[in-house]
């Protein structure tokens, strides 16, 4: 039987026979709760056959940020207790987080309050602040008595959280970026993401045009688009995490967060196709049903195959990224977090947080969508602590559905937009009548593509004119000089582009400048000057020169900026309508001064081409010509009458009224396949029947 001692016996007397009898002292634990200032409390829990305490066990409190006591009331007759040790859990493990002994002080019988903020025992992996985090809630907080007399309840323990409360997202410090093509995008953001329901579009600016006619009948453009744009811009987002307090508000306490991890996450949110016309809408459609049940995520954005980031192993949305340790300053040029991609959910990523220094409290990504034009994405953040009872991460799953993570945070759609800008709109005269911009805009709409209009006020080629075409006359062959009355004032002669001698006075001119004989001129006709024999020839002839002087001469008109010019007049030529001459609506020659980041076309229709009726609008001939500029060529339709340059493979087989197509039986919209190599897609893979381009 175990020794013991004089000061744990007690004398007893019963009834009246007067016999003493000894008994062991009684110690426990009656009550073990935490307390706020406020009032809340734990609950306190004791062994069997103490019942267990009714009502929820939600109790909280931020560390650092707020202080409680730890209230606990003990029996310890005659000072039996030697030993009281209070230690902390975490549900995931059977070995305390840490524990601490109460001084003699401490254990004596009554109530004792120890006040408390959360902070640990010591600097420890787990608690890498000296406080208790997120990471490991909830807790057991127990105490632990040990004595010579008689346990009654020798431990209690009560239940605690450390909760997140809030995640707000926002966009991130414009300095975590490096290039300089972001940061101007980032500048166009509003400073602000879209909430949810609500859409944000991400304009990625892509002056781009042909710098010769062969590049639209190759992948130029889907090569130069990626070297402008790389696998998609960067855009900083950040998350602000809050933490509960006992009264259920969200305060500030960034130690508390340890190292708990944030998951990020990607949805693509689907296209709505109905604003096309069917053609279209049927092309897409199956272009964009490419494996969209099986990737990972789901979904109609374009696929890794194209140029996209949808599909398995395709690039990442949320780039790793290395960080740094936190400080008073961001540094500028590299992004602050570490971030990691998901072992399973590999399109997902991990971050972590800052818990001191400037972004204290936050955590982020750099967002890198697909630069593909239509491609649409939904961001959701998760506190990522949820575990299961292996310790496993129960977010890091491979199912691609809305995972459950009670923390969270999302922003609206984020919707990929290319932008172009009209540079410069310049008229001959300030009378010619301007087209439709919103019309012409509302083309490239469809393609996902902003036409920003930047012209400002339309320019008049004024007096300058004349002299700057007398130039470009004087650089062409002597032929065709003669074919120009340097007597004439180019300028206030009219408002189409050139103005031409008549046939019979070209032949004098030819005689004039040659110092021809009747004979000789006769003989140079029917020889080197045979395309000039008849006066229908020399009218049609007029055509290619008149094309060849303006885009001599209308090169100084181009602006510096980089985008679109539009040169403007009213016919072509004077002679266009005498017999062989051609009407020509517009035409996108590559001027001198235009190159990969500008470009120009002429709009030169007179009113009567667009009076026979039908569809043809000059809002469509700036889209026609701005989409060669684009890369497109020429449409195989109408089948009769095939446009020069004309590639069928380039285009929808099934729609003949492409934009880029001469047939006017119907307004002319673009194909479903020019509307995805304008959004970026890559042309090798799209095939002109639409049917083949639906997977599997």
Known sequence: MRELTL????????????????????????EFKLV????????????????????????????????????????????????????????????????????????????????????????????????ITVEFSPYKLKLTLKGEGIPESPTAWTYFHVLVKDITLELGDRKSLSLERDKRLYDTLGGHLPAPGSTLEVKLVSNLFKTSSAEMNNNTAFTQYEAEWGTGPHIPLFAKVSLQDSQGGKVDAPKALGNVRFLWDWEDVAEDTTRHHPKAKTYLDLALDHDKATTEPKGDNAPKQHGGKRGNAAAFVFPAEAGYAPGAALREGVFPFKVEACATRQWAAYSQAWRQGALAGKTGV???????????????????????????LVLDIKDDAPLPAAIK??????????????????KKKSTLPSFNVVDFQDYYEKAFIR????????????????????????AQPNYVQAAIDNTVNQYAIGDYAVHFRVYPDYLNALRTRFSFTPAALTAWLAGPGAAVN??????????????????AACDAYLGAADGINILQFSGLYNLETAPGGEQLNGFAPDFPSGGRKKCAFVQCAAPANYAGGGFNRMEQTVTHEIG?????PHAPFPAGSLPGGAVADMHDKDWSNCMMSYDYSAERRFCGLCL??????????LNKDGLLNKKP
């Open 7 to 30: 000061q744990s016996l007690v004398a007893l007397s019963s009834g009246d026979d007067r016999v003493n009898r000894l008994r062991p002292g009684n110690f426990g634990v009656t």
């Open 36 to 131: 706020t200032r406020g009032g809340k409390t734990s609950q306190s829990f004791r062994p069997a056959p103490f019942p267990a305490p009714v009502g929820s066990n939600d109790f909280c409190f931020a560390p650092e940020k707020e202080q409680v006591e730890i209230v606990y009331t003990l029996s310890n007759d005659f000072n039996v207790i030697r030993e009281a040790t209070l230690e902390l859990f975490t549900r995931f493990d059977q070995k305390p987080l840490m524990s601490w002994k109460l001084t003699p002080e401490q254990f004596t019988s009554g109530e004792h309050r120890i006040p408390w903020d959360g902070k640990s025992t010591g600097r420890t992996p787990q608690f890498p602040d000296e406080y």
């Open 366 to 392: 750099l967002f890198q969508p697909a630069r593909m034009a239509g491609d649409a994405y939904k961001v959701t953040v998760h506190l990522a602590f949820e575990r299961k009872a292996d310790g496993a």
């Open 409 to 426: 945070a999302s922003t609206g759609t984020l919707e990929i937009w290319r932008e172009l800008h009209l540079a410069r709109y310049v």
């Open 451 to 474: 036409m920003k209009d930047k012209s400002g006020a339309r320019t008049d080629m004024s007096a300058q004119y004349n002299t700057r075409m007398a130039a470009a006359v004087r």
């Open 534 to 551: 008849t006066a229908p020839k020399y009218h049609a002839l007029c055509k290619a020169w008149a094309k060849d002087i303006v885009t």
């Open 628 to 632: 060669h500029h684009l890369f497109l």
């Open 676 to 685: 995805l190599r304008l959004r970026g897609w890559d042309k090798t893979h």
